[in-house]
């Protein structure tokens, strides 16, 4: 076989991009379910094995820097090569999205939860499933599955602003509920973000499959609900 | 018509060309047009008739006997082969820079100045002299030493020797084959830099077998490719260089260049 070396290693690199892909999409799901099992000891474990992502985040880094180096990748190999490095670093970053919910779990501490937690473990297993399937679209260089993932993030946008007026409805009328309101908004707004990050995952898979760098999410990256009720219009920071 | 770019100006192409030796052919119907003021380079596996294809260019191939070709290259409008064209003349415009730095046993005033004197030159030969080794980035390192041979001279600094002579009759084009080959890397990347400088007066076209120096240092590239049965060469992809080499549209292309294969 022709560059058996090269052949090999872009292997083990995708291999660990998706095992890397693995352990965050299950890191999500078990920061969501710990808050709302209230399990300290859980979120603590679950923020000392964030250290692991970062470890197997910069050995792809570091594979594709060598590989780009060592072995002058062209075309369909430098894409691969390129998206590789782009969806390890958005893995990474909803890597720290799970810790977050762990330590807001912390913060909460003793106090018990203002509600039963519904919408938010939805938006955390719809983005699962999401970023599931955009790994499989990066492993199958699948681009019909790669293009219809981000139109699930409407669902996870809609849940995040349910969520939202849910708790600011709580918080207008019971004032001491702000500060876990805000810890809980907090939760709901690192998972979906973690769902913008899929949809970047996804873009990254069409660049790599047909050379061509498409734009799929056209909201803005940052807040999309009215931040006081005096504001009609959701704040567009520009990003 | 295989066009790199719909922009700019061809300085020269070529139309149906097919190359034979004796009964073999060695080159099927390329068409392509060259850029002016840009680097193309020709790349390919062994045997697909790059190397051909350039010489063609400046009827380089009149000097093999059994070669013959077909189809036109056009220059300035007209087809250099036609039969009132004269080679030599053609020549003159289109210079050549061999794989091998081959400098006259002469000392290094009269490599550049040899291909003016025969042309006649009545200028300043002296300012001539310097314009072109300036021009080839080697004034510098030989101003003080014009009189000794150029084959005193490194393998690099002999390379660059060569292009002050192909620049020194005014061309308008330099073909270049494979001008890196026999040049370590340091060398190599000196006469990379100097071709960045050398595309703002002249066109140059350079067959190469080293796809990452096609990359660094071309705008354009042409890949050919062989025909697995008959054996000859013919034009695969051209392209802009940046977007043949990250995301090329001819599979074949993409195998090629990313070592599948070739």
């Known amino acids: 076989m022709a560059r058996q070396v090269f052949t090999q290693e872009m292997q083990r690199l995708q291999d660990e991009v998706l095992a890397l892909g693995s352990t965050v999409e299950y890191a999500l799901g078990d920061a969501?379910?710990?808050?709302?099992?209230?399990?300290?000891?859980?979120?603590?474990?679950l923020m000392a094995n964030d250290w692991q992502i970062n470890v197997r985040y910069h050995d792809i880094e570091q594979g594709c820097m060598e590989l780009i180096a060592t072995q002058q990748p062209t075309a369909g190999d430098l894409r691969v090569i390129a998206a590789m490095i782009r969806i390890a670093t958005e893995l990474e970053r909803?890597?720290?999205?799970?810790?977050?919910?762990?330590?807001?779990?912390?913060?909460?501490?003793?106090e018990k939860l203002l509600k039963p937690l519904v919408d938010i473990p939805q938006m955390a297993t719809k983005t699962q499933g999401m970023l599931h399937r955009s790994l499989l679209a990066f492993s199958r260089k699948d681009l019909a599955l790669a293009r219809t993932i981000p139109?699930?993030?409407?669902?996870?946008?809609?849940?995040?602003?349910?969520?939202?007026?849910?708790?600011?409805?709580?918080?207008?009328?019971?004032?001491?509920?702000?500060?876990?309101?805000?810890?809980?908004?907090?939760a709901a707004h690192n998972?979906?973000?973690?769902?913008?990050?899929?949809?970047?995952?996804?873009?990254?898979?069409?660049?790599m499959i047909t050379g061509q760098i498409v734009e799929l999410d056209q909201s803005s990256d940052e807040l999309r609900v009215p931040i006081s009720p005096s504001e009609v219009e959701p704040v567009d920071r520009g990003s | 018509?295989?066009?790199?770019?719909?922009?700019?100006?061809?300085?020269?192409?070529?139309?149906?060309?097919?190359?034979?030796?004796?009964?073999?052919?060695?080159?099927?119907?390329?068409?392509?047009?060259?850029?002016?003021?840009?680097?193309?380079?020709?790349?390919?596996?062994?045997?697909?008739?790059?190397?051909?294809?350039?010489?063609?260019?400046?009827?380089?191939?009149?000097?093999?006997?059994?070669?013959?070709?077909?189809?036109?290259?056009?220059?300035?409008?007209?087809?250099?082969?036609?039969?009132?064209?004269?080679?030599?003349?053609?020549?003159?415009?289109?210079?050549?820079?061999?794989?091998?730095?081959?400098?006259?046993?002469?000392?290094?005033?009269?490599?550049?100045?040899?291909?003016?004197?025969?042309?006649?030159?009545?200028?300043?030969?002296?300012?001539?002299?310097?314009?072109?080794?300036?021009?080839?980035a080697l004034w510098g390192e030989v101003k003080d030493k014009l009189n000794e041979s150029g084959l005193s001279l490194s393998g690099g600094q002999q390379q660059r020797l060569c292009i002050a002579r192909a620049i020194a009759v005014k061309p308008d084009?330099?073909?270049?084959?494979?001008?890196?080959?026999?040049?370590?890397?340091?060398?190599?990347?000196?006469?990379?830099?100097?071709?960045?400088?050398?595309?703002?007066?002249?066109?140059?076209?350079m067959v190469t077998h080293n796809m990452q120096q096609a990359a660094r240092a071309s705008d354009f590239t042409a890949v050919f490719y062989v025909n697995e049965q008959t054996r000859t060469g013919y034009l695969l992809e051209y392209g802009a260089t940046k977007e043949l080499f990250t995301n090329p549209k001819n599979s074949t292309t993409e195998d090629y260049i990313t070592g599948r294969f070739g």
């Not at chain 2, 697909?48 to 063609?56: N, Q």
């Not at chain 2, 820079?97 to 025969?118: C, D, H, L, M, T």
């Not at chain 2, 084009?173 to 002249?202: F, G």
Request: net charge negative; with cysteine.
């Open chain 1, 94 to 110: 909803i890597g720290d999205y799970a810790k977050g919910i762990a330590k807001i779990n912390l913060l909460i501490g003793d």
């Open chain 2, 1 to 136: 018509m295989s066009k790199a770019s719909d922009n700019g100006q061809f300085v020269i192409e070529t139309r149906g060309l097919d190359v034979y030796y004796g009964d073999f052919q060695a080159l099927n119907g390329v068409d392509i047009q060259f850029p002016q003021n840009s680097i193309t380079a020709l790349i390919g596996p062994s045997g697909c008739g790059k190397s051909t294809a350039l010489r063609a260019l400046n009827r380089m191939n009149d000097l093999i006997p059994i070669a013959r070709t077909e189809g036109e290259v056009i220059y300035q409008g007209h087809n250099i082969y036609a039969d009132d064209v004269d080679p030599v003349e053609v020549r003159r415009r289109i210079g050549m820079v061999f794989q091998k730095p081959n400098p006259f046993p002469k000392s290094i005033y009269e490599n550049v100045a040899w291909g003016a004197r025969i042309n006649g030159y009545k200028g300043n030969m002296d300012a001539l002299v310097e314009e072109s080794l300036r021009g080839a």
């Open chain 1, 151 to 186: 139109d699930q993030d409407d669902e996870i946008d809609d849940l995040y602003n349910q969520v939202y007026r849910e708790l600011f409805t709580y918080m207008l009328a019971h004032p001491e509920t702000i500060e876990q309101g805000n810890y809980l908004l907090w």
């Open chain 1, 32 to 45: 969501v379910r710990i808050l709302k099992q209230r399990d300290f000891e859980e979120s603590r474990r």
């Open chain 1, 191 to 207: 998972i979906e973000r973690a769902a913008d990050r899929v949809t970047n995952i996804c873009e990254r898979v069409i660049y």
């Open chain 2, 173 to 205: 084009i330099v073909l270049m084959d494979e001008p890196c080959s026999a040049l370590d890397p340091i060398a190599t990347l000196r006469i990379e830099e100097l071709l960045q400088d050398l595309k703002e007066r002249y066109t140059i076209i």
